[in-house]
């Protein structure tokens, strides 16, 4: 079992991501402008890189790769019930908060989105305001257009 942190990067549609794995688990996938060409590819990486090339191809609707999620309790709340956000859906941070037992806790639940370690896979970009407004995003909000729209939800 690999004991440390390995990088890599993944080319996709959207730009450039880099992801990082830890004890043979997905541990963040974010968009990144550097390359570092240095990273042997494993068995995981192949997987990772194999299930987003068919994500964005429109094959693969959901994920089973093994991610460690890094963050506080509530964090990984949040993020847990967004990964139960169907492909070709959305929600709102209301919907959210209500899920996960809090309901004043819109705000937090956005906070919680904007510090998701894991884009795609754990799919933060199906977060919309209650406005059905595109809303924000962390990174570039042409990133989440395009993901709501691969998705079937048009924006």
Not at 35 to 47: A, C, F, G, R, T
Not at 73 to 89: D, M, S
Request: hydrophobic share 30%; aromatic share 10%; glycine share 4%.
């Amino acid at each position: 079992m690999n004991k440390t942190e390995e990088k890599f990067y993944y080319s996709s549609p959207i730009g450039i991501f880099e992801f990082k794995t830890y004890e043979n688990k997905l541990v963040s996938l974010k968009p990144t402008e550097k390359i570092d060409l240095s990273s042997k590819e494993n068995e995981l990486s192949q997987k990772i890189k194999t299930q987003l090339d068919e994500y964005f191809s429109n094959k693969r609707k959901n994920f089973d790769i093994p991610i460690l999620l890094k963050g506080t309790p509530f964090q990984k709340n949040v993020w847990q019930e967004l990964r139960k956000i169907p492909h070709g859906n959305t929600s709102n941070y209301q919907e959210i908060a209500n899920k996960i037992n809090n309901k004043n806790a819109q705000r937090a639940v956005g906070n919680a989105c904007n510090k998701n370690p894991i884009l795609i896979i754990i799919p933060c970009h199906r977060v919309i305001p209650k406005s059905a407004k595109l809303g924000g995003f962390a990174y570039n909000d042409k990133i989440k257009k395009f993901l709501l729209k691969l998705e079937g939800n048009v924006f």
